[in-house]
């Protein structure tokens, strides 16, 4: 079924205009937090693969922060489907995730560790995951997402 959009052509421009792809409100928050906790990263480092959101150099750590609506967090309720023009949403997604997949899998045959955080983990303990990921080099908690990094847990919604 197709819906209509409930935004006319320019609002939904509007819109679509103020979506930003870096210093987003979860990726402030994950920067803030290490960096209260004594860690140093670099931002969008352009010479990797995908700029991760944050890359720890001395540690080969690629981190990302993603938001589970644009990059698909599997199994989380924000990973909605928008009703109208479907067909372009689906393509999007896909082609997101296929990005992340390529991006993730050529950081780790160059030997970085590649660490994904959902927007929706904001609102749980991931701090001393990621702490633990980035002082012993593993993550121990969390499966492999479908793009194969290491997510930091369960999907929390």
Known sequence: MVGKDKF??????????????????????????????GYRYRLHDRH??????????????ALFVHGCFWH????????????????????????????DSK??????????????VWECQLRTDWISRVQEALDTGAVTRGAKTRNGARSLDAVET
């Not at 609002?11 to 209260?36: G, K, Q």
């Not at 991760?52 to 750590?61: I, K, Q, T």
């Not at 991006?103 to 994904?116: M, N, Y």
Request: glycine letters at 4%; one cysteine or more.
């Open 8 to 37: 006319s052509p320019n609002e939904r421009s509007a819109i679509m205009a103020a979506v930003r792809s870096s210093n987003t409100t979860p990726e402030r928050i994950v920067r803030s937090a290490l960096h209260r906790l």
């Open 48 to 61: 990797l693969p995908g700029k991760p959101d944050l890359s720890f150099p001395s540690r080969r750590v």
């Open 72 to 99: 698909r967090h599997p199994g989380c309720r924000r990973a909605s489907t928008p009703v109208a023009r479907q067909n372009y949403w689906l393509a999007k997604f896909e082609r997101n995730v296929t990005r």
């Open 103 to 116: 991006t993730q899998q050529t950081l780790e045959q160059q030997g970085w560790r590649v660490i994904v």
